[in-house]
């Protein structure tokens, strides 16, 4: 069956999201919730959005679409590219491995 394979951030950069994305809390219930904004969005049988993570030293960080290789569907890789330049990307060995 064919459909879309969202493969996501890689490793590093849900690393750096762990440590520097800014989360609010409900002050109620102190859940933690994500402040993100809806920048973009990329499609293959489904439509999928791209999001900016505020941080929390006041830059941000887009989701990109870095790669989207066909394995009986598309599989989709995101990048994350902070407002200072920095990018977290997968690796063209680790796109190879898990496609």
């Not at 941000?60 to 599989?75: H, R, T, Y």
Request: proline share 10%.
């Amino acid at each position: 069956m064919r459909c879309d394979q969202p493969l996501g951030l890689p490793p590093t950069a849900e690393d750096f999201l762990r440590v520097y994305e800014y989360i609010d809390c409900c002050p109620t219930c102190k859940r933690p919730i994500p402040q993100l904004e809806i920048i973009g969005k990329y499609s293959g049988f489904n439509s999928h959005p791209l999001y900016r993570h505020p941080l929390r030293d006041g830059r941000w960080a887009d989701e990109v679409l870095q790669a989207n290789p066909w394995s009986s569907g598309p599989v989709f890789f995101l990048s994350l590219q902070v407002s200072d330049g920095q990018q977290f990307c997968w690796s063209e060995d680790e796109i190879a491995e898990r496609i």
